[in-house]
Structure formats: C-alpha cells, structure tokens
C-alpha cells in the first residue's frame, strides 16, 4: 500500500468538458505530484504542491490547474479537454528528494 | 532539451538468468536517480534510489549502478523469476523539491 488513495478510477468525457481528480495521500506532510501517464510512456511531470502551494511545474498548459488542501489532499483540474489528455493520471507524495508513492492514477477518456 | 533512454524494445529472457536494463541521459545533471517497477494498470512503485555521488546500490536481487561520466544507469534483476515481467522507468531528480523526470520505460518478460 502506498498511501496514497486517487478518485475516481475511470472517468470518461467529452471534448470541451472539465474534469476534476482527487488524491488523498495517507500521511501529511510530504510533496504532492500530479503527473500525466499517455499510453507507452513515461510519467511526465504537471505540477507539485507543498504546504498548499504550487513549488514546481511542468510543461502543461493554464488548462491544468491544482489545488493542495490543509489536510494534504490535491485536486488536479483539467478545462476545455482535449482528445489528447486521455491518459493515465498519476498522483504522488513523497518528502523532497525522495522516493515517490504513487498512487493507482485515474484513467481519463475522451471521446 | 533533457532526454532520457530506455531500452524501447521488450526484454525477454529465462527464469534464472540475470536482466540488465539500461537507462541514458542527455543534457542533465541529475542529483539522484531512481527506478520504479509498474504493472499494467497501477501505478509505478518504487524499487531503488542511487545518488550522484554513489556508484552502486543493491537491495535483495537487484543492483543499481550510476556513472554519471558516460550519463548512464544500469539495473540488474539477478535470479531473475516470472513475477519480474513487468515495465521497469527510470526516474532522475535534480533536488530541490521532487520533480522527476521518467524515461518511457523498458519492459521485461521473464519466461520459465
């Protein structure tokens, strides 16, 4: 168990819509990263928080955007989706400069 | 721009036998490097962490290496078995705070 629990599993929408993902890491106090995960690739890095604030970001457009609650919780929102964010969404904590937990991710389709 | 190379075909090799996965960086400095282990659907899980100032890391039937001259990181699975078939990512960090950068990844199938 890593700890660390994303909502929901799969999720399934159209171009255009929003779409909100939910992580709950299982202890506080760490890092909480979202990473994008397309189909034969690699995870790549959106964004991270830390004590409720943005620290790092990645290459993805204002489309993405993230919130870090005073319980650790993060939420990672998408607007206006695109054929092309359908993938596997990662969430995971860590403290800096160590290994990563990851959760199960959210798989995200759009038609 | 930053690259990172894994092995892109498949891996495949006999129970027993030892597989080495091979993951190289370009136009990066990376303080630490990690390897994680991901099986369809779930997320990646993490295996081991070497420095840039360590050359050699080992846990149970794996060893890592790191030579930062050549830009490269080995990754060994000796007595390998068949619940070792999965896809292996290499992960590079550069401190700070915890933005990992993933190679695709290599898959490996461990026959019996």
């Known amino acids: 168990d890593a700890g660390v629990t994303q909502s929901p599993t799969h999720l399934i929408k159209t171009r255009g819509q929003q779409v909100t993902l939910r992580c709950s890491p299982k202890?506080?106090?760490?890092?909480v990263s979202w990473y994008q995960q397309a189909l034969g690739q690699g995870p790549q890095f959106i964004f991270q928080?830390?004590?409720?604030?943005?620290?790092q970001r990645g290459n993805f457009p204002d489309r993405f955007s993230g919130h870090q609650f005073p319980n650790y919780s993060s939420e990672l929102n998408v607007n206006a989706l695109l054929l092309g964010d359908s993938a596997l969404y990662l969430c995971?904590?860590?403290?800096?400069?160590?290994?990563?937990?990851f959760g199960d991710g959210t798989r995200l389709s759009i038609l | 721009s930053q690259k990172i190379e894994q092995n892109s075909e498949a891996l495949n090799i006999q129970e027993g036998k030892t597989a080495t996965l091979t993951c190289n960086y370009t136009?990066?400095?990376?303080?630490?490097l990690q390897w994680y282990r991901q099986d369809p659907g779930r997320g990646p899980v993490f295996l081991l962490l070497?420095?840039?100032?360590?050359k050699e890391k080992r846990k149970e039937r794996l060893k890592v290496t790191f030579d930062t001259t050549l830009k490269q990181s080995l990754f060994h699975i000796t007595a390998s078995q068949p619940a070792d078939s999965a896809t292996y990512l290499c992960?590079?960090?550069?401190?700070?705070?915890?933005?990992?950068?993933f190679g695709a990844g290599t898959r490996l199938a461990v026959h019996p």
């Open positions: 070497i420095r840039e100032n360590e």
């Open positions: 995971a904590r860590g403290a800096k400069n160590q290994p990563q937990h």
């Open positions: 202890s506080g106090h760490d890092t």
């Open positions: 928080y830390y004590e409720e604030e943005e620290r």
């Open positions: 992960a590079l960090g550069s401190g700070g705070y915890n933005k990992l950068i």
């Open positions: 136009n990066y400095s990376p303080a630490y």
